[in-house]
């Protein structure tokens, strides 16, 4: 996720995203009224953070299982490049 290097605004985001300016705003609202990003205003220009350092955290443990379980099934995930899905 881009927000843990630091805050960044909303054309940025949408910028790493590959999604619209729109469709990257709509997602910061949602983000924003469940509390993992808080906004900063300057004129006009939004700058999204993550809202606190359990957050980050929380995020920083969902990396490691991703990649510990990548170590350990390195065939790949539930679905692979075909789509099919494995056991």
């Known amino acids: ?14 910028a790493v995203s590959g999604l619209s300016e729109s469709s990257t705003s709509h997602a910061l609202r949602l983000l924003r009224a ?6 900063r205003r300057r004129g006009r220009v939004a700058y999204y953070r993550l ?3 359990h957050v980050r955290m929380l995020l920083d443990l969902a990396f490691a299982h991703t ?7 390195p065939e790949g995930r539930c679905g692979g490049d075909d789509g099919q899905l494995r056991s």
Do not use: P
């Open 1 to 14: 996720m881009a927000l843990l290097d630091g805050e960044l605004c909303v054309c940025d985001l949408a």
């Open 34 to 39: 469940h509390r993992v990003v808080s906004v």
């Open 51 to 53: 809202d606190d350092a």
């Open 67 to 73: 990649e510990h379980t990548d170590a350990i099934h």
